[in-house]
C-alpha cells in the first residue's frame, strides 16, 4: 500500500514536469496567439511579402511586434539599417524576461539555454513564470513542450493569415484584436494572485501602468514599456526592502 | 513565391537582434549566483512588464495617450480582469474578452 502511494506520488510529479504537460499549459495561449500571428500574416501579405518571405519571417523572427515593424517599414521602403535598430530595441524588453527566467534554469548547460531562451515570448514567459510559485527551478522537458506548441501555432497562424488575408477584410468585427490585451490581462492577474504578495504587487503594477502613460509623450511604445518595467520593478524591491 | 535578397537580408538581421536579448540573460545570468536584491528585482519583473503592456494596449492609441479614446476595450476590460480574478483561467479570460468585444461593436 505504501509503495502504491509513493509510485503514484512519482507518476504525478513525471507528469508535472513532462514536455506533454509543457504542450497543456499552452493550449490557454493559442488562441491569443492564432489571432495576432493571422493578423500578422495578413498585414506581411498586404505589405507585399511573398508567402516564403512571411513563412521566413515566422521561423526566424518569431515575434509578432517585430513581424509587424518589419512589415510596415518594408511597406513604406525603409532602409534595412533602420529597421532592424527599429526591431532590436522593440525587443530588448525580451533582456527582462530572459533574465527573470535565469535563476530557474541554473542547472543547465549553455547550449540548452540557448535553446529555450531562442523560443522565449512575452506570453512563453507569463505560463512560465506563474507556473514558478513555490519553486526554485523549472523543468526544461516541460519548457520545450510549451515553446515548440506555442512555435508551431505561431507559425501555422501566420501562413492561415498569409494565404486567407485576401478575403478577410475586417477581423476587428470578431473582436480578435482584443485577445492580445486579454491575454495579458489574464497573465497579469493570475501572477499577482499566485505570489501572495498583494499590496506590494499591485502598487507596482499601477506604477508601471502610470509610467507607461507618461513617458509614452517622449518615448516610443517600446522604450515605454521597457522604463516603466525597470522603474515599477525598482520600487517594488524598494518597497519590499522597507518592510 | 520568391524570396527577394534584400528582404532576406531584413529577415536576418532583425532575427539576429531578436535572438540575442532572449539568449543573453539565461546564458550568461543562470551561469552565476544572483545577489538577493537582484533576485528581489528580478520578482517584481513580471507584474511590472505585464501592468505595463496592459496600459499601453488599453490606454495608448498609435503609442500616444489618447485620453480614454478605446472605450469598447476600455469597457471590455471589466468584464475580462473579472473573469482572470474569479477563474484564474487564462483561456477562459481570453474567450470573455474577444466576446465582450465583439458583442460591444455590435451594439454600441
Known amino acids: ?243 | 513565391m520568391e524570396i527577394r535578397w534584400h528582404i532576406l537580408l531584413i529577415i536576418i538581421g532583425a532575427s539576429i537582434v531578436t535572438l540575442i536579448p532572449r539568449v543573453l540573460p539565461l546564458m550568461v545570468l543562470s551561469r552565476i549566483n544572483i545577489p538577493d536584491w537582484a533576485m528581489r528585482w528580478l520578482s517584481y519583473v513580471p507584474v511590472a512588464v505585464m501592468a505595463a503592456l496592459v496600459g499601453e494596449e488599453l490606454l495608448l492609441v498609435d503609442g500616444k495617450f489618447s485620453s480614454f479614446q478605446n472605450h469598447i476595450e476600455l469597457i471590455a476590460a471589466a468584464p475580462t480582469f473579472l473573469t482572470a480574478i474569479l477563474t484564474r483561467s487564462l483561456l477562459g479570460t481570453v474567450l470573455v474578452g474577444i466576446v465582450s468585444v465583439m458583442l460591444l461593436r455590435m451594439f454600441l
Open chain 1, 1 to 243: 500500500m505504501q509503495e502504491n502511494i509513493q509510485l503514484h506520488k512519482q507518476d504525478v510529479n513525471i507528469r508535472e514536469d513532462s514536455f506533454l504537460q509543457g504542450v497543456k499549459d499552452c493550449i490557454p495561449t493559442l488562441l491569443g496567439y492564432l489571432s495576432i500571428g493571422f493578423a500578422a500574416g495578413v498585414v506581411g501579405n498586404t505589405s507585399g511579402l511573398s508567402i516564403v518571405e512571411i513563412t521566413l519571417m515566422s521561423l526566424l523572427i518569431y515575434a509578432g511586434s517585430a513581424q509587424f515593424i518589419v512589415s510596415g517599414m518594408i511597406a513604406s521602403h525603409g532602409s534595412p539599417a533602420s529597421i532592424i535598430l527599429t526591431v532590436f530595441i522593440v525587443n530588448l524588453r525580451h533582456l527582462l524576461l530572459s533574465a527573470a527566467l535565469s535563476p530557474y534554469f541554473s542547472r543547465l548547460t549553455p547550449v540548452k539555454t540557448l535553446l529555450i531562451g531562442s523560443l522565449l515570448t512575452d506570453e512563453t514567459f507569463g505560463v512560465a513564470i506563474n507556473k514558478t510559485t513555490n519553486k526554485n527551478h523549472l523543468s526544461e522537458k516541460w519548457m520545450h513542450g510549451l515553446n515548440i506548441t506555442a512555435y508551431l501555432n505561431w507559425i501555422v497562424a501566420t501562413l492561415a493569415g498569409a494565404f486567407l488575408g485576401q478575403w478577410i477584410t475586417n477581423p476587428e468585427k470578431f473582436g480578435l484584436d482584443f485577445a492580445l490585451p486579454a491575454m495579458f490581462i489574464g497573465l497579469l492577474v493570475i501572477q499577482i494572485v499566485s505570489r501572495g504578495k498583494f499590496t506590494k504587487d499591485i502598487v507596482v503594477a499601477i506604477s508601471a501602468v502610470v509610467i507607461v502613460l507618461g513617458t509614452s509623450f517622449f518615448l516610443s511604445g517600446s522604450m515605454a514599456i521597457i522604463a516603466a518595467t525597470v522603474i515599477a520593478a525598482t520600487l517594488g524591491m524598494v518597497v519590499e526592502k522597507w518592510k
